[in-house]
């Protein structure tokens, strides 16, 4: 959401800063998430569930909920949350959104804009959704920071055993591309399988594999076609489909930038 035009928010009217009562519980839905959902926890402390996994929550968790997500969420009665929720919907593709959960680090910034922007709703307010849109799009950009900048304490602090760890993760998922080159891989798809975020897997990838995720693939792809065309009697036009090529002549020419031949030249 780091390139998203503030006019592209859509605000919803379902957004306040509450303190839950004792008997307070969020059942689960009915139906998934329509639209996201960023949800704060000022204080307290409680339990979490987002698509089955769940989280122990307290003050400075933080979760964006995106449409199709299910969730539920318990508190302890002898300590009750106080949580900020805002809904709101995009009008555009959205790139770069933020992770799912989070612990704020800066509280007393990521804190002020909420308050600003609840604040703008309390009453009737001039210029209310305009001032809206942009304090979102801060809050947005604040959590995309966040993210960041504990992405690079990860690979700057990151001590010997975890990355022995996290070698034999991308390798698992460079052997996953491998034996697999026919499935529509996405970056966003691996990262979730190596329980990463999509920037510092690509960029693990790229640094431990030597290719990027995307090229790799393609490599993947293409090693295969030539073990199908020489060894397995197909056609270059059964070879594509099998590897996921809906396009042939795609298909041929990534073929000959990888071999420097034509696939028909190879069967």
């Not at 122990?56 to 106080?82: M, R, S, Y």
């Not at 909420?114 to 959590?143: C, D, N, P």
Request: glycine share 4%.
């Amino acid at each position: 959401m780091l390139y998203l035009n503030p006019d592209n928010f859509i605000l919803k009217p379902a957004l306040a800063t509450i303190h839950c009562e004792p008997n307070w519980k969020w059942r689960k839905r009915d139906a998934p998430m329509p639209n996201y959902d960023l949800f704060y926890v000022w204080n307290g402390e409680g339990t979490l569930w987002l698509n089955k996994k769940p989280y122990k929550i307290g003050k400075g968790h933080c979760f964006l909920f995106k449409p199709g997500d299910w969730t539920e969420a318990t508190h302890n009665p002898q300590n009750p949350l106080v949580l900020t929720y805002i809904h709101f919907d995009v009008e555009s593709n959205v790139k770069l959104i933020p992770s799912s959960h989070r612990i704020i680090k800066n509280r007393i910034a990521f804190e002020s804009l909420l308050s600003q922007y609840v604040r703008l709703f309390l009453v009737e307010t001039f210029g209310a959704e305009i001032e809206g849109k942009l304090i979102l799009k801060q809050i947005m950009i604040h959590l995309l920071r966040e993210e960041y900048e504990q992405e690079e304490e990860k690979v700057q602090d990151e001590p010997e055993d975890v990355s022995n760890n996290l070698l034999e993760t991308i390798l698992e998922i460079a052997n996953y591309i491998q034996q697999h080159p026919g499935k529509t891989h996405t970056i966003e798809s691996l990262a979730a399988r190596a329980n990463l975020s999509p920037r510092y897997f690509s960029k693990k990838f790229k640094q431990i594999v030597g290719h990027t995720v995307k090229s790799y693939i393609v490599y993947s792809r293409i090693k295969r076609a030539e073990h199908l065309l020489h060894n397995c009697g197909m056609t270059v036009t059964e070879t594509a489909y099998a590897l996921g090529y809906n396009d042939l002549h795609f298909f041929s020419r990534q073929f000959k930038q990888y071999t420097g031949k034509n696939p028909s030249e190879i069967r």
